[in-house]
């Protein structure tokens, strides 16, 4: 028994030393070791309880710590595991909710303005089907966002005038109907005053006046007396 208590008391010198220089982890390991040789010994007992709290408030600040400087050098996945696991030492700490809710703002609004470029992007060479998507993904996250909204109205429009070109270009032979040709006419109007005009939409623009001018040849014009 002198021998175990002799052993738990060289436990807990080390640990204390340990603790002065604040290597909280390795205390912590010498107090549990004493507690577990003699877990009568109170002393022992009170040093875990209290070396488990400083453990995870060392923890809790250093993983904020880490969180923020990925954070501030926008490695926003970096920082967001850090602030979570510092959460699971300290679920209410005031810091660590506060960094995380920073870090999901930042990360929204560059994922915003990303798509926002490859929207602009897709538009430009005249993609715009994906365009169409981006925008949509933006307002999934924001419907408030006026770029986006905007974005969806334009690339509509221009899938809709896009098909319907494509359709004339594809069916020349139905522009022997004066209808038709009349509806060619009208499209071809819209689709002079679309702006900016991408080399896919000049082409079609100059095949589809090539089509109408080819058509009205071939319509017999009635002329009234």
């Given at each position: 028994?002198?021998?175990?208590r002799?052993?738990?008391?060289?436990?807990?010198?080390?640990g204390q030393?340990?603790?002065?220089?604040?290597?909280?982890?390795?205390?912590?390991?010498d107090?549990?070791?004493?507690?577990?040789?003699?877990?009568?010994?109170?002393?022992?007992?009170?040093?875990?309880?209290?070396?488990?709290?400083?453990?995870?408030?060392?923890?809790?600040?250093?993983?904020?710590?880490?969180?923020?400087?990925?954070?501030?050098?926008?490695?926003?996945?970096?920082?967001?595991?850090h602030?979570?696991?510092?959460?699971?030492?300290?679920?209410?700490?005031?810091?660590?909710?506060?960094?995380?809710?920073?870090?999901?703002?930042?990360?929204?609004?560059?994922?915003?303005a990303?798509?926002?470029?490859?929207?602009?992007?897709?538009?430009?060479?005249?993609?715009?089907d994906?365009?169409?998507?981006?925008?949509?993904?933006?307002?999934?996250i924001?419907?408030?966002?006026?770029?986006?909204?905007?974005?969806?109205?334009?690339?509509?429009?221009?899938?809709?005038?896009?098909?319907?070109?494509?359709?004339?270009?594809?069916?020349?032979e139905?522009?022997?109907?004066?209808?038709?040709?009349?509806?060619?006419?009208?499209?071809?109007?819209?689709?002079?005053?679309?702006?900016?005009?991408?080399?896919?939409?000049?082409?079609?623009?100059?095949?589809?006046?090539?089509?109408?001018?080819?058509a009205q040849?071939?319509?017999?014009?009635?002329?009234?007396?």
């Open positions: 028994a002198a021998d175990q002799a052993k738990v008391m060289d436990l807990m010198a080390t030393s340990h603790e002065r220089e604040e290597r909280y982890d390795l205390a912590l390991a107090y549990e070791a004493a507690t577990r040789m003699d877990s009568a010994y109170a002393p022992a007992r009170q040093a875990v309880e209290r070396l488990k709290d400083q453990v995870a408030e060392a923890h809790y600040n250093h993983l904020v710590s880490e969180g923020l400087n990925a954070f501030y050098q926008n490695r926003f996945n970096e920082a967001r595991r602030i979570q696991a510092a959460l699971e030492y300290r679920p209410g700490g005031h810091e660590a909710r506060e960094a995380l809710r920073q870090i999901e703002t930042a990360a929204r609004e560059r994922q915003i990303r798509l926002r470029q490859q929207g602009r992007t897709a538009e430009d060479g005249e993609h715009w994906r365009a169409l998507k981006l925008y949509e993904d933006a307002l999934a924001d419907p408030a966002l006026q770029f986006a909204a905007a974005g969806t109205a334009r690339c509509r429009e221009r899938i809709r005038i896009n098909k319907r070109l494509r359709y004339y270009l594809d069916h020349p139905n522009l022997s109907s004066e209808r038709y040709l009349q509806e060619a006419r009208d499209l071809l109007f819209v689709a002079e005053g679309l702006a900016p005009r991408g080399p896919q939409l000049a082409d079609q623009i100059q095949a589809l006046d090539a089509r109408i001018q080819a040849t071939r319509i017999p014009l009635t002329v009234l007396s």
